[in-house]
């Protein structure tokens, strides 16, 4: 089992709503059960450094099963995962906006989402997430 | 002037429906005028190592304002731009399937294909510009 | 609307005179809306592991419309973007000197400097800036 | 001995000029005896793509001092240097444009041009090492 373009797209479509519902253009990616990239959309206005960064929280999320926003707990200085981010030539995204897509519990892709602040990327991802 | 958003997914439905066509299901991206990604898709089916590829084929087409399948007559061994490819970061793509998008005679952007034949890949990319 | 050569020169001998000024040579670069080089001067004496930190400084205001300044506050450890750094195959600079050019209140290009203290930088960046 | 930053800007004008006389729009660029960038410019128009290469050509012609154009003939395939684009984390180019610049018969910094063919960024290369 793994994500479709289909559901990738309606994945994408849920984060675009709610990005359009609270003003903050946004970066949406959608990834696989391996970790690659299903679809990418970047909304007008939306940051060009975040193209890069929704499509690794994507990669991260899958990459280890975790939201990145808890990643980002164990990856501060002093943490027991300090340093992850220098790993996997550079995709490893340790601040909130990725978040697993899971089918009967497993893992099977995951969204990252990239443009605001990190609760702004964190409520379009969860918005995203939701209707997989 | 550049590529919205709404204009990239027009121009990825296109090579989609040229994709489905053919039988061969394809990575379609789509760039803007600095180069950056707008859009991708990954067609159920398509190659992984072609996501990759059909963003930077959308690249090197808007970098250099050429089809790569034109690139790629200049850069083969003996040719005035052999070794392009080792430039911009291993960004540059110098076989069939990039495409730019022009308007008023201007390159505001590209369409990068991958996941067939050179041929296939060039049919899609075809098909996809045209709508622009 | 982006920044033309004629334009970045300008902020480039804005901001020389303002490191003369101050006494310490830099590296001055200017990105357009892309995110793209315009122009680069080192100068004499300044240091060369600042080419690359000037170029990418300007490279990242843009990418995120933001002043590095202002974004180094929240990448801390313990920040919201926290990690970024690692992001966009290291091009992302997170401390002073980086400054977003503006045209009617768009963000159209930006400005990086390198070769001093983060204060030298911010002052000679914040000068190049004003002249656009 | 190496190049100073004004030395940089009469070598990058010279090019300017020529590339304004054959009316192809150019990147140029400088780098001194370490190899390293000291200035470089993207006339109007010129390829995004080419700001990478003309850096590089430049410090191909300075790593080597050596043409890039002499140094493509011995790096094609079935030549004794076939795979040299490779080294230096892509930054060696082995197509015209990048010209060694001299002092007393040493090598003491080089330019590097894209932005036409190979026959254009020589001639622009060309006249602009001839003023140093």
Known sequence: MSVTLAQARS???????KA??????????????GGNLVAHARMDGAWIGSIDI???KA?????????TKDLAEHSQSGGQ?????????????I???????????AVVGAVGVSGGTGEQDQAVAEAA???F
Chains 1, 2, 3, 4 share one sequence.
């Open 59 to 67: 990669y991260t999320s899958r990459a280890f099963d975790i939201a």
């Open 20 to 33: 359009a519902e609270i003003g903050q253009p946004m970066n949406i990616a959608v990834v696989d059960a």
């Open 81 to 93: 995962f300090f340093g992850i981010h220098a790993s996997n030539r550079g995709r490893v995204m």
């Open 54 to 56: 929704s499509i690794n």
């Open 11 to 17: 994945v994408i479509e849920a984060g675009e709503a």
């Open 129 to 131: 997430a939701a209707v």
């Open 95 to 105: 601040f909130a906006g990725g978040i697993p897509l899971r089918r009967d519990g």
